[in-house]
C-alpha cells in the first residue's frame, strides 16, 4: 500500500492560520476501493489531531481534511505531520 501526501498551508503575518492534507492511498498502483481510516497528527504539537476516511470528494482512494484555529497555530515550518492509515473495513 502507498500512501501519497500534500500539504498546503495559508499564512498571515507569520503564522499558519489553516493546514489542509490530502492524498491518495493505492494498492498496486491503483487507488483503493475500500474505505479507510486516515488520521493526521501533528507531531511537533500536543492535541493536533484530525481523522477522516477515504473515499473522498476527490474520488477512490483518496483522502482530505484540514485545521483552523484563528488564535492558535495548527502548524508552522518544520513541524512534522503524520498520516496513519487503518483498514476501516469489516
Known amino acids: 500500500m ?7 498551508s495559508f499564512s ?3 503564522a499558519t492560520l489553516v493546514l489542509e ?7 498496486d498502483g491503483n487507488p483503493v476501493e475500500g474505505q479507510y481510516q486516515v488520521i493526521i497528527s501533528n507531531l511537533s504539537k500536543e492535541g493536533v489531531i484530525v481523522t477522516t476516511q477515504t473515499p473522498s470528494s476527490d474520488g477512490l ?3 482530505k481534511n484540514g485545521w483552523f484555529n484563528l488564535f492558535n497555530p495548527v ?15 469489516v
Open 61 to 63: 482512494g483518496t483522502y
Open 21 to 27: 492534507v490530502k492524498g491518495t492511498i493505492t494498492k
Open 75 to 89: 502548524a508552522e515550518n518544520g513541524d512534522q505531520i503524520q498520516v496513519e492509515v487503518k483498514s476501516a473495513e
Open 2 to 8: 502507498m500512501i501519497f501526501l500534500s500539504l498546503a
Open 12 to 14: 498571515v503575518a507569520n
